[in-house]
C-alpha cells in the first residue's frame, strides 16, 4: 500500500500528462464532429470578428471561426503525431533488434544507417522535399518523409538493449531450451523493450508534429490543410502579430505548448513508471 | 596508435555521413513527381511572353545545363558530387543572377556560424551549470524550481519561442527592431554592436530552446554521480561541498554531456534554421527560404548541401576534441 502510494506521488507527471493529453484528444477527436461550419473553409463566418458569444475566439481575417478552426488543427496535428510514432517506433523497434540480435555485417550496415540519418540534418532535406512538391504537398507525403528521419533514434537505443540482453543469463536458458532466435525476440526480448516503446512513441508523437509545424510555420507543409501549423502560418500571413489578432496566432501557440509539455511528462512519467514496476518485480 | 584508430574511423563515419547525405539531396530531387524545369517554363509562358516550339527547347537544354541535369543519372551524379565535394561549386543562382551560388553561401554563412556558436556555447554553459547544480543538491527549493522552469522550457520548439520574443519584445514592448538591420561598414564599431544587439532576440530563442534539455540531462547524470561510492568516501574523508560539485560530480558527469553535445547539433541547427527565417536573421536558413521562395535549386541544393556538411563538420569538431576533458583517455 505504502509502495502504491509511492509510484503514485512519484507519478505526477504521469497524471498530469495524461488528463492534458485527453483533454486534446477531447478537443481533436469529438469536439470537431460538432462543429457548425467546415472549420478550414474560407467566408463561411465574417471576417475579424472579436471574441463573442457566437465565436468565442473570434473569427480570422480569412472568414473561419478560430475556435472550430483550432479544433480542426488539432485532430491533423495529432493525427500526423500518432501515424509517425507508430510506424517510427515500429520500424525503429524492429531494425534495432534485427540490428543488435544479428550482429555482424546486419548490424553494421543497419548502425551506420543509423548514424547517418541521425547526423544528417533533417529539416534542410525535408524542406527541399516540400519545396519540389509545391502545391501538392498532403499531409501523407509529410508524414512519411517524417518516418525516414524518426525510425532511426528507437532503433539506436532499442540496438543498445538488445546487445546488453544478448548476454543476459534468461536468454541463455531459453536458448538451451531450444528456443528459435524469433521465439527468443519476440517471447524474452520485445517485453522488456515494450514499455521503452510506449515512451519513445509518445515522444516521438511530439517531435513529429513539432516538425509538421516546422515546416507549416514556413508554409511548406500542407498550407490548405489545418494544423497547428498552418494556422500559425495563414495568422502570420495576415499580419497577426502586428493586427494583434492574439486568438488567431496565440491559440495555436498556445495549444503548441500546453501539448507538448503534456506529451513530454506523460512520455518521462512512463518511463518513470515502468522503472519503477520492473523494480517492484524483482523485488 | 589507439588514437589513430579512432581517428581514422571517426573520419571515415564523417565522410560517410556527407557521401550518404549528398547522395539523398542528389535523388531526392530526381525521384519525386516534380518537374522543376517544367515549372520554370510555364512561369515564363504565363507571364504572358511567347515563344517559339525551338526556343522553349533551346529554353528547356539551358536550364537542363544550369541545373546538372544533362546525360545519363550516373553521370550527372558524379557530376554533381564531384563538383560539390570538390570543388564546392553548386553553378550560378537564378534569383541572384548571375551570382555564383558559393559566393551567397559564403556571405551567410559566418552569420549562422557567429549565431549558433555563441547561443550553443552559452546554452551548453549555463543549461549544465545549472543542471549540476539541480542534479546535486536536488533537495533545495531552488533546484525544484529550476528544473521546473527546465520542464516546462525543453518541450517547447524554437520556433515558438521565437514567435513569442517577436510577440513580446518587437510588438508589445518594442525594444528591438522589427527588421534585421545592421548599420556601418563591416567591422566598424557600429557594425559589430548593431549586429550584435540585432541577434540577441534570435540568440535568446536558440538558448531558451536548448538549455532546458541540458539542464535535464545534466540533473539525471549529477544526481546519479553524486550516489557514487567514490563521491560518499570524499564527503566523508571532509572534503567541501563545493569542491565534491566541481572536482567530482561536474568531471564525471560532463563528459556524456560532450558527447550528447555531438549527437545533438543537428537538432540545434533544424531550430536555428526556422529561427532565422523568422527574424530575417542574414544566415544560412533565411537564404535557404530565399531560395524555396523563388524557385532558385541551385542555391536550395547550395545551401542544403552545406548545411549537411557543416553540421557534420561541427560533429566531428566535438568528438575530436572530446579526449582533451577527458584524461583518463591516452590515445597512445
Excluded: C
Aim: aromatic share 14%.
Amino acid at each position: 500500500m505504502q509502495k502504491m502510494r509511492n509510484i503514485l506521488r512519484l507519478n505526477r507527471r504521469l497524471q498530469v500528462g495524461s488528463i492534458l493529453i485527453l483533454i486534446f484528444l477531447i478537443f481533436g477527436l469529438v469536439l470537431p464532429r460538432f462543429s457548425p461550419y467546415n472549420a478550414i473553409d474560407w467566408n463561411v463566418v465574417p471576417r475579424n470578428l472579436p471574441a463573442s458569444k457566437v465565436h468565442i475566439f473570434g473569427t480570422t481575417s480569412l472568414g473561419q471561426d478560430t475556435f472550430w478552426l483550432l479544433t480542426f488543427a488539432i485532430q491533423n496535428s495529432l493525427f500526423i503525431g500518432v501515424i509517425v510514432a507508430f510506424f517510427s517506433t515500429a520500424i525503429g523497434v524492429l531494425a534495432g533488434l534485427t540490428a543488435g540480435y544479428a550482429g555482424g555485417v546486419v548490424d553494421r550496415v543497419l548502425s551506420l544507417l543509423m548514424d547517418v540519418f541521425i547526423s544528417v540534418p533533417s529539416l534542410p532535406i525535408l524542406i527541399l522535399v516540400a519545396s519540389l512538391l509545391q502545391g501538392k504537398t498532403s499531409l501523407l507525403t509529410i508524414g512519411i518523409a517524417l518516418i525516414v528521419f524518426n525510425w532511426p533514434w528507437p532503433a539506436r537505443q532499442v540496438r543498445a538493449i538488445a546487445l546488453s540482453m544478448r548476454e543476459r543469463e534468461f536468454i541463455n536458458t531459453a536458448r538451451f531450451s531450444g528456443k528459435g532466435t524469433l521465439g527468443i525476440v519476440v517471447y524474452e526480448i520485445f517485453p522488456y523493450i515494450f514499455n521503452w516503446s510506449v515512451a519513445n512513441f509518445v515522444n516521438t508523437v511530439l517531435v513529429a508534429i513539432s516538425t509538421e509545424s516546422a515546416l507549416a510555420v514556413i508554409g511548406l507543409s500542407s498550407v490548405q490543410q489545418a494544423t497547428l501549423g498552418t494556422m500559425i502560418y495563414w495568422a502570420l500571413q495576415y499580419q497577426g502579430i502586428l493586427g494583434k489578432k492574439w486568438y488567431w496566432i496565440g491559440s495555436p501557440v498556445v495549444a503548441i505548448v500546453i501539448l507538448f509539455i503534456a506529451l513530454f511528462l506523460a512520455s518521462t512519467g512512463f518511463a518513470e513508471y515502468s522503472a519503477e514496476k520492473r523494480g517492484r518485480q524483482s523485488a | 596508435m589507439r588514437f589513430a584508430r579512432f581517428l581514422v574511423s571517426r573520419l571515415i563515419t564523417y565522410f560517410l555521413v556527407i557521401l550518404i547525405g549528398m547522395t539523398i539531396v542528389f535523388f531526392v530531387p530526381r525521384f519525386l513527381p516534380s518537374d522543376p524545369i517544367s515549372a520554370a517554363l510555364g512561369r515564363i509562358t504565363s507571364s504572358g511572353s511567347t515563344m517559339t516550339p525551338a526556343q522553349v527547347s533551346a529554353m528547356r537544354d539551358t536550364l537542363e545545363q544550369l541545373y546538372g541535369l544533362q546525360g545519363t543519372l550516373p553521370e550527372q551524379y558524379f557530376n554533381f558530387m564531384s563538383r560539390a565535394l570538390l570543388t564546392g561549386n553548386f553553378g550560378q543562382s537564378l534569383s541572384f543572377y548571375p551570382m555564383p551560388v558559393n559566393q551567397l553561401i559564403a556571405q551567410s554563412l559566418p552569420w549562422t556560424v557567429f549565431l549558433l556558436l555563441t547561443s550553443t556555447i552559452i546554452a551548453w554553459v549555463v543549461g549544465n551549470f545549472i543542471g549540476l547544480l539541480t542534479g546535486y543538491r536536488s533537495g533545495k527549493w531552488y533546484s525544484k524550481a529550476l528544473e521546473g522552469i527546465a520542464i516546462f522550457l525543453y518541450p517547447i520548439p524554437y520556433y515558438i519561442l521565437a514567435l513569442v520574443l517577436i510577440i513580446l519584445f518587437v510588438y508589445i514592448i518594442p525594444v528591438f527592431p522589427i527588421s534585421f538591420s545592421v548599420k556601418g561598414k563591416p567591422f566598424s564599431p557600429e557594425f559589430i554592436s548593431s549586429a550584435i544587439f540585432n541577434s540577441i532576440l534570435p540568440g535568446l530563442s536558440i538558448i531558451i530552446g536548448a538549455f532546458g534539455w541540458w539542464i535535464l540531462s545534466m540533473k539525471a547524470l549529477s544526481s546519479g554521480i553524486a550516489e557514487e561510492d567514490y563521491v560518499n568516501f570524499a564527503r566523508m574523508k571532509g572534503v567541501g561541498s563545493g569542491t565534491i560539485m566541481r572536482r567530482y560530480v561536474l568531471r564525471n558527469a560532463i563528459l556524456p554531456q560532450i558527447t550528447l553535445l555531438a549527437i545533438s547539433i543537428g537538432t540545434i541547427f533544424n531550430g536555428a534554421l526556422i529561427a532565422e527565417i523568422l527574424f530575417g536573421y542574414p544566415g544560412l536558413g533565411t537564404l535557404t527560404y530565399t531560395a524555396v521562395v523563388q524557385t532558385d535549386y541551385n542555391l536550395l541544393m547550395g545551401t542544403i548541401s552545406i548545411s549537411i556538411i557543416a553540421v557534420a563538420t561541427a560533429a566531428l569538431v566535438v568528438d575530436l576534441i572530446y579526449p582533451l576533458f577527458d584524461p583518463r583517455i591516452q590515445y597512445r
